[in-house]
């Protein structure tokens, strides 16, 4: 066969047929591109660092990343941004230092399938400064706010547990202390007070790695105080009928314990001052010791007088009436 014909033909006006051959290859391009359409979304930037090496910086404007997906028309309703994750891997790095990582955008199963697809993202490099990661327990710090009910004081918080571990650069985790929980409002309260929280961590280059579920209690009691009850009269019990006390307006003083509203509760006449006479037989002095009788719920700390000397008499027998006879 003589092929020379068809290179003749072939060769013959090439800088034309090349022309046209790009053309034709721009057309189809062109036409596949018109057949795409975009959809853009914003993903949470994951970091991963599983690694030696943390993120100390270079992340405050960076939360979250751009990624634009390109595709089919018929089929770019079909993928939402939860096809696809961002994220930075800090896993491979060893060494302190500023360094510039790349941003990763993985697709899922399903994204996958689709063909073509075209995938960008902005930024799609981070520039950070790295730092050795450092493990540390510290303790947890709770703190109350507000005044207890009227009658009632805060006595003490307690936390379970009452340490939390976190993770972070070195430089960060070796200026921390303690990590504070929310203020516990005890306002108007009458009992101890308890509520589940999480401690409060401000800055993000810092993780707790614990639960992070504190149980934490302010005990509220009742409030303790005085009174004094001045003037109690003292009363005689028991004191035979053909008798009676010389004395007279004897009185004595008292300092009561107990809860303020119990001690608020207190009216005149519930505290009394009782002399016991029931041994008495005859005319005579006699020392008789003074008991103050308080209301159960509060307690007699001190009293003024508790031993009198009376003189007990015999009482005068009342003159006779004699009836008129008419």
């Excluded at 109350?144 to 009452?162: D, H, K, L, M």
């Excluded at 810092?206 to 302010?218: P, T, Y």
């Excluded at 010791?289 to 009342?318: D, G, M, Y």
Aim: charged share 25%.
């Amino acid at each position: 066969m003589n092929i020379k014909p068809i290179v003749e033909k072939v060769s013959k006006n090439w800088p034309v047929k090349v022309i046209c051959f790009v053309l034709a290859v721009a057309i189809y391009f062109f036409y596949q591109v018109s057949l795409l359409e975009s959809k853009s979304f914003v993903l949470p930037l994951e970091i991963k660092a599983s690694g030696t090496v943390v993120p100390v910086n270079g992340l405050e404007k960076h939360k979250s990343v751009k990624v634009t997906v390109r595709t089919k028309s018929n089929r770019i309703d079909s993928i939402s941004e939860s096809d696809f994750k961002a994220y930075i891997d800090l896993t491979p790095y060893t060494k302190n230092g500023n360094i510039k990582i790349p941003v990763i955008i993985e697709p899922s199963d399903k994204a996958l399938l689709l063909e073509p697809l075209e995938i960008t993202v902005y930024p799609s490099n981070l520039k950070l400064k790295i730092e050795n990661k450092k493990t540390k327990t510290v303790r947890i710090q709770p703190s109350v706010i507000g005044i207890p009910a009227y009658g009632f004081r805060y006595t003490s918080i307690s936390c379970e547990p009452n340490a939390v571990t976190i993770s972070g650069p070195a430089s960060f985790v070796d200026k921390i202390d303690f990590m504070p929980l929310p203020s516990l409002n005890i306002d108007g309260c009458a009992e101890t007070v308890t509520k589940v929280n999480k401690v409060i961590n401000t800055n993000s280059y810092i993780s707790v790695l614990d639960d992070n579920l504190v149980r934490v209690s302010a005990v509220v009691i009742p409030q303790e105080m005085v009174r004094e009850v001045k003037n109690i009269p003292v009363e005689f019990d028991g004191l035979k009928e053909n008798l009676v006390i010389e004395e007279k307006n004897i009185s004595c003083d008292s300092v009561l314990e107990g809860n303020v509203l119990d001690l608020d509760s207190i009216k005149d006449g519930n505290v009394k001052a009782v002399a016991d006479c029931s041994f008495i037989e005859m005319p005579g002095e006699y020392e008789l010791s003074v008991l103050i009788n308080a209301p159960k719920k509060v307690s007699v700390s001190s009293q003024s007088v508790s031993k009198i000397k009376v003189h007990v008499l015999e009482r005068p027998l009342e003159p006779a009436v004699e009836e008129l006879v008419e």
